[in-house]
């Protein structure tokens, strides 16, 4: 499939940053730190860093405005292989770095399953489910993620319609508007901006005011917060504390051992012995794909009698 965009659009201005003593209209404090995240359904490394935004949401909550921006990692697969000097083989060895790096988990041949032309439909996607509900365009680039970089679904129009109407999306209408020139048009500045910034999928940029801070390839949650505190001390900080709970508010999701391990800022072999104790009781089932172990809800509903077993 051949997604034309014009990269040489002129730039949109940045939105004006909100000072953080202001306030809204309806009289609330607005977000305190913004992070911006650029990502693509196809990059191993959105899907690495899943736990490591999860912790800092659950601990920070509406203090901390996450801004999840397209960067559109290949208009051609085949291209961007040659860009990269990587062929079938060294593409499965890339990969596998990429799981040791970031320790969550996904298939090692998902670039290179049938089908897998360009990352940009997808990335289209998420841009044309923004301007609906922000919320349910992350869940359907969670949702992507599994499915592409997991599950090996195939990439294509069906899928990604299927997908949307999972998170509570019109999944047609989202297809439908993903070849709209407004959405085209917004995932050009997307791109444009992450290249003027000199972002890569690997970083995070964390913004507080007029103060920025840029942390590359660095998929531990807790230097994250150390870059928060130091820019914004003072912030209200949660401990999540209940993992059948968190588990079972992503119903529908796989969940790793990795992101508990993040989100509840324990070992990953305690969060191993966690998932498989609940596992053995019956409220969240193991799953094995593409030769990866991931874990999911049962009932999707939180039970208060089993809740000590986590």
């Known amino acids: 499939m051949v997604i034309s ?9 940045e939105p004006i940053a909100t000072s953080l003593a202001a306030i809204d209209q309806n009289g609330t404090q607005p977000s305190v730190v913004t992070m911006i995240h650029y990502a693509d359904p196809f990059s191993p490394w959105s899907r690495g ?3 490591v935004l999860a912790r800092l949401s659950s601990v920070y909550g509406e203090q ?17 292989f040659e860009a990269m000097e990587l062929d079938e083989e060294s593409i499965a060895e890339w990969t596998k770095g990429v799981i040791a790096r ?6 090692n ?10 990352t940009w439909l997808a990335s289209l996607a998420f841009v044309a489910a923004s301007k609906h509900h922000s919320k349910l365009a992350i869940a359907l680039l969670r949702r992507m993620t599994e499915a592409f970089q997991i599950e090996l679904l195939p990439n294509n ?4 319609a299927r997908l949307a109407d999972e998170v509570g999306l019109n999944g047609d209408q989202i297809v439908r508007e993903s070849f709209y020139e407004s959405t085209i048009s917004e995932f050009a500045w997307q791109r444009n901006a992450m290249e003027r910034k000199n972002l890569r999928f690997d970083n995070l940029l964390i913004e507080v005011g007029e103060e920025n801070r840029l942390i590359e390839n660095t998929f531990s949650a807790s230097e994250y917060e150390q870059a928060i505190d130091e820019l914004a001390p003072g912030l209200i900080k949660s401990e999540p504390s209940n993992v059948l709970g968190y588990i079972n508010s992503l119903s529908g999701y796989f969940v790793s051992a990795k992101e508990i391990s993040e989100v509840f800022d324990i070992s990953f072999v305690e969060s191993e012995q966690r998932l498989e104790r609940l596992a053995e009781s019956g409220v969240v089932t193991s799953v094995r794909v593409s030769g990866q172990t991931v874990w999911k809800s049962v009932s999707g509903e939180s039970d208060a009698d089993l809740l000590n077993v986590s």
């Open 109 to 118: 041949q998902f670039l290179v399953a049938p089908g897998v032309k360009t």
């Open 49 to 51: 860093f899943q736990p």
């Open 157 to 160: 129009r069906e899928t990604i």
């Open 5 to 13: 965009i014009d990269t040489k659009r002129v730039e949109q201005p």
């Open 102 to 107: 970031t320790k969550n988990p996904i298939s």
């Open 64 to 80: 901390l405005k996450i801004e999840y921006k397209m960067g559109g990692m290949a208009r051609n697969v085949s291209q961007w």
